[in-house]
């Protein structure tokens, strides 16, 4: 992404303090209004009455994109325990046992969130800083409702890249890594939601690394997230894999006498 490819627009005067704040971070232009939009600019964040969202601009456009922790799809996937069955069982989730999890590839924080409302910490990597901003401010709007508060606070956020900026952490005892959006889902909306951060992160994945570095860095074991039918995130083949409706969970012991 190109920096004269995104913008943030001033649209909800009074945030006008952390729009400025938030362009200076993220070392944007700031303009007014979206008729201020340079032909360039592909995308433009903002802040409104929902919280910071993420557009893309142009007459077709999906619709804006925001970390939304009360989304119905992500409390059903919690509510419903044969739908969490995948993720649950492949990081190693078991009773009173809940493992130190480092999500090194946080997105859009929904997986983060899951386990944490299982009672898992939960450490969040995320290198877009786009994306570190969606999710900081959604984990900001979390952290004032009563039902989600105490699930936040077992959630952490970081910008960075892994691979990169982390050092490894000798407590995590499981890594988490779901790199890449699927091209292809079965809501509309999801899809639509996923075209504008396919869109926003298009650009080269080093997934050879990405896996090597999470092998060498967790104490229990390292888990891919890959759509149901995809190919193994690369040529090393997991240990165990735990198919759910849609996704499919790569799981790779690190300490093969700790596959609990
Ligand atoms: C498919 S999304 C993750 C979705 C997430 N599991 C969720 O539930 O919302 C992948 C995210 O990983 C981030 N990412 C990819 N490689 C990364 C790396 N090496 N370090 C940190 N973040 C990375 C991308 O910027 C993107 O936001």
Known sequence: MKPNQIAIV?????????????????DLPLVSSR??????????????????????????APGPVRVDFSDPRLQYRIGDATKSQGIVKA???????????????AGMGKDAFLLASLGCRVHMLERSAVVHALL???????????????IVSRLSLEHGEFGADLQCDSKVDVIYLDPMFPD??????????MFVLQKLLAGEQQNEKLLVQALNCARKRVVVKRAKTAPHLTAITPDIEFKGSSSR????????????
Do not use: W
């Open 10 to 26: 001033l649209s909800c005067s009074d945030r006008e303090e952390e729009s400025i704040q938030l362009a200076q971070r993220l």
């Open 35 to 60: 008729e201020e939009l340079t032909a360039e600019c592909k995308f433009y964040i903002a802040y409104g009455a929902e919280g910071l969202s993420l557009c893309m601009t142009g007459k077709a």
């Open 91 to 105: 990081v190693g989730l078991k009773g009173s046992k809940h493992p130190a999890i480092l999500d090194a590839t």
């Open 136 to 150: 900081e401010d959604g984990l900001q709007r979390a952290r004032v409702d009563l039902d989600k508060h105490s």
């Open 184 to 193: 292809r889902t079965k809501s509309a909306r999801v899809k639509k939601n």
């Open 249 to 260: 969970y790569d799981v790779y012991l690190t300490s093969k006498g700790a596959s609990d």
